[in-house]
Nanobody, 123 residues
Framework: VQLVESGGGSVPSGGSLRLSCLTR????????MGWFRQVPGKEREGVAS???????SYPDSVKGRFTISQNNADNTMHLHMTTLKVEDTAMYYC??????????????????WGQGTQVIVSS
């Protein structure tokens, strides 16, 4: 299994970015897929998940601003981020779990990870 993120970059506060996760070796509709972010010195934080039925989940910190989606045809996953804030600055990782999404907030749920893509939001 391979996960490769893209789409990170630098944007001003209030801007938007769309992250993508290209997968190889899995069918996204059979996995719990998630996006996490991490800043130095802090734990990795889950920001979105989507299961095979398309059910999504978000923490309050990003709800209404971030949208996770997946394309079953080409096994890609995306995170559309709008109204970005300085505190959204982090390395963003896509992740996959062969299990259910019930405990998706924990990074221990996910056995497959990408290398990350950096998002910088400036004030």
């Amino acid at each position: 299994v391979q996960l490769v993120e893209s789409g990170g970059g630098s944007v001003p506060s209030g801007g938007s970015l769309r992250l993508s996760c290209l997968t190889r070796g899995l069918n996204v509709y059979r996995f719990c897929m998630g996006w996490f972010r991490q800043v130095p010195g802090k734990e990795r934080e889950g920001v979105a998940s989507i299961n095979g039925d398309g059910r999504t989940s978000y923490p309050d910190s990003v709800k209404g601003r971030f949208t996770i989606s997946q394309n079953n045809a080409d096994n890609t996953m995306h995170l559309h981020m709008t109204t970005l804030k300085v505190e959204d600055t982090a390395m963003y990782y896509c992740a996959a779990s062969s299990g259910a999404c019930g405990t998706w907030r924990s990074q221990m749920t996910f056995g497959y990870w990408g290398q990350g893509t950096q998002v910088i939001v400036s004030s």
